[in-house]
Every structure is written in C-alpha cells, then in structure tokens.
C-alpha cells in the first residue's frame, strides 16, 4: 500500500474526493464505508453519506457546505465548519485524498 501523508491539514480550498478503494453501502439513512485494503469499516449520518455522495467528484469542502446549504436549506457557515471536520476525519482514516 502506498505511504499517503495525512499529516498535512486539509484546508478548505483543498480539491478532496473518494479514494477508489473504499466501497459505500447506505440504506438511505446511515451509510457505511469499508476500507477494502485494511478491512475497516466506517459509519456515517445521512448528511455525512450525502457528503460522500458528493465525494465521488472532486470538490472543496467549501462547495460542499454550499451544495448542502441549497439541499437542506440550512446556514452555509454551520455546515461549512462540519464539513470541514468531516473532511479532516476522512483524511485521517485515509478514506479521502486531497491535492
């Protein structure tokens, strides 16, 4: 397996997406991710499954925060900073890569 850095913070202005390994399943609710190289499994709310949704394309987290604000007509800043968390947690576990 490749050595990726997470250590570096991923900034807002970061392009982020999925990384081709990780395999989703969501039941409309709550949505799991199985890393398939290390055989871990993650569990994320509908709103972190939709953010993984929109992952499959390469984004921001500041356009997710606004493509969210648009879908569940909710303040851009408050999901911007759990869209942020949620990117870094991603990073983290290695389930996302940022350029």
Excluded at 10 to 30: M, N
Excluded at 35 to 50: E, F, P, Q
Excluded at 66 to 87: G, I, N, S
């Amino acid at each position: 397996m490749a050595n990726h850095d997470v250590s570096r913070p991923t900034t807002p202005a970061a392009v982020v997406r999925q990384r081709p390994h990780i395999v989703s399943v969501s039941d409309g609710r709550d949505t799991v991710l199985m890393d398939v190289a290390r055989g871990t499994y993650y569990s994320l709310n509908d709103v972190g499954g939709r953010v993984w949704q929109l992952l499959a394309e390469p984004a921001t987290a500041t356009d997710l925060a606004a493509r969210l604000a648009a879908e569940y007509d909710a303040p851009e800043e408050t999901l911007k900073a759990d869209v942020e968390q949620l990117v870094a947690e991603l990073r983290v576990a290695d389930l996302i890569t940022a350029t």
